[in-house]
């Protein structure tokens, strides 16, 4: 039987409670006949370890992960550290490290939520929002000098190459291409930003001949906001750089009812390296440790972990088990204005796992 080597880092706040639940979730999978196991490996990165040992993950730790078929990621951040530290030192070294730079946020309104977009229909808002993930405003270039001094002066430096562009509009195109709607808009900023989102203008339009059978279009990205607002279902795919996709990311998973609810991939599509999987809500301190976080964001994630393994007949009965539970008003967490605990909504999923019928998934 296949087994999936599977890293599990929860980092900080409430990852290390979605992530257990995660684990559980795809173990009560894999123990209903699915035709394949996990053998999963816990690191302990993130603040707490950063407080023992001055960094948020041991210097050789891509070593230990290099191998593994997948990561399941919680979340990186603690109060008592500064974000720029905890970022750098954990998250995006791995995604740097690893060359995972399509980032991929599907956001649907699920069965029983209630989304704030009153004039349009739950199934008018299905998008896939592609982040480029490695380089452009996260590069990490720039520099701080003279601090303190009335002459101070920094810069973030927002770094795009044409290589690094070419193969996020391809792996955007590819997406669209594989969606019934076939429809691509493309974020730009090229009337602010005149050189590299002009050339990100110019790449896109390039590597669009690729895919006659796509329809596409551009838009500048505040106006992509109102769009998504005022037109939902005028957008399918959507790719944009690194930050404007942070941006509009947090927009959509709000438009579809809850951050607690949308899933990340964080995708090497050249399988050189794990690819990590992990929900888009972030830490939480305020309310961890209380049993009150929305598990939903990383049963997704997994969801996204198991297409990614070729497992697609598991990853559908996730995703359908998934939507049985959010349909059901009492097992929505505080996020959805439901009193369920993480531990209840976990449950529930792996209850229907069980009952699903053997062979059917
Ligand atoms: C995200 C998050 C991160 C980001 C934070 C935690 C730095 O907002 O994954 O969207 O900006 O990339
Ligand atoms: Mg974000």
Known sequence: MKTYKIACIPGDGIGQEVVPAGQTVLAALAAAGSGFKFDFENFGWGGDWFRAHGEMMPAAGLDALRDKDAILFGSAGDPHIPD?????????????????????RPTRILPGIDAPLKRCQPADLDWVIVRENSEGEYSGVGGRVHQGQPIEAATDLSMMTRAGVERIMRYAFRLAQSRPRKLLTVVTKSNAQRHAMVMWDEIALQISKEFPDVQWDKELVDAATARMVNRPASLDTLVATNLHADILSDLAAALAGSLGIAPTANIDPERRYPSMFEPIHGSA??????????????????????????????ARLLMQVIEQVTADPALHTRDLGGSASTQQVTQAVCERIAAAPAGRH
């Open 285 to 314: 301190f305020d309310i961890m440790g209380k049993g009150l976080a929305n598990p939903v964001g990383t049963f997704w994630s997994c969801v996204m972990l198991l297409e990614h393994l070729g497992e697609l007949d598991a």
């Open 84 to 104: 720029h530290i905890t970022l750098w030192g954990l998250r995006l070294k791995i995604c740097q490290g690893f060359d995972q730079y399509a980032n991929v």
